[in-house]
């Protein structure tokens, strides 16, 4: 969804009231994390299901809201996403993710992404086919929790998710290509490590090499962070890489990459 860029509030009290209302209302994207933290989930809950006619899966998705310990933002979208999914699935609904994915306020469309992510009738192939639109997405909350959705399937299906991915870092698109290394960095940030790749960042070596060299920033910085956690556990490889890509490859956008790569190492 692309809507028109507003500057937010650095301080929940400091969203107009308005703002507010519109955020809670699924009416606007949010501008910011700030924002994003700032929304009244279960209301939101209330409001989009209402919206297409759903409300009758609001009792057991607030029940299970409810029953959170540690109700964090990301858990609570996580939470969502999985019993709406468990609801649609039970009445063969297909409108429900319909409707979240093209909503034009963002997190139910996070909340489409954990309706992929939690989708065991799907294949990992197919669940990494149907989070690439997400992915693609204009707004950075989506993004994030679509990587964050399905790392779970790249995790315990890592070898195949590398090759799904590969062709990913040469797509058109900067956000697709950002994701195939976002989503599976070693350590990554509010989620669980891949141990596989901290033991042995080598085997991702197609995508890091197909993105060694790209022209956005965006990526650039996706890449530097998967190498740098790389070198909390292989500084050797990632000593070694940098200095090949230095000789083969000593352009703007392989020395800013190396720089960040290197930026633990380096103390």
């Not at 998967?226 to 070694?240: E, R």
Request: charged residues 20%; neutral net charge; proline residues 5%.
């Amino acid at each position: 969804m692309d809507q028109m860029k507003r500057k937010g509030s650095k301080t929940i009290q400091g969203i107009p009231s308005e703002i507010l209302v519109q955020l809670n209302h699924g009416k606007i994207e949010t501008a910011n994390l700030v924002e994003w933290l700032a929304i009244d989930i279960k209301e939101m809950l209330s409001i989009v299901l209402a919206q297409c006619n759903k409300s009758t899966y609001l009792k057991p998705t607030l029940e299970a809201l409810e029953a959170l310990k540690k109700p964090t933002i990301t858990l609570k979208n996580a939470t969502i996403g999985q019993v709406l999914l468990a609801e649609t699935l039970k009445t063969k609904d297909h409108e429900l993710f319909t409707f979240l994915s093209q909503h034009p306020a963002d997190m139910p469309r996070c909340w489409a992404t954990y309706m992929v992510g939690c989708n065991t009738t799907l294949s990992p192939i197919q669940q990494l086919n149907a989070i690439q639109p997400f992915a693609a997405d204009t707004h950075f909350g989506v993004r994030e929790t679509a990587w964050m959705a399905v790392r779970p399937t790249i995790i315990e299906n890592l070898t195949l998710s590398l090759e799904v991915l590969e062709p990913w870092t040469l797509h058109s698109d900067a956000n697709i290509r950002r994701f195939a290394t976002e989503a599976t960095r070693p350590r990554g940030v509010w989620c669980a490590h891949i141990d596989a790749l901290k033991s042995n960042p080598s085997l991702a070596l197609p995508l890091l090499e197909n993105l060694r060299n790209d022209p956005v920033k965006y990526v650039q910085d996706s890449v530097g962070n998967w190498l740098n956690d790389a070198s909390k556990t292989q500084p050797d490889f990632v000593q070694n890489l940098c200095d090949t890509w230095l000789a083969e490859s000593n352009t703007k956008a392989t020395t800013y990459i190396v720089k960040k790569a290197l930026r633990t190492l380096k103390g």
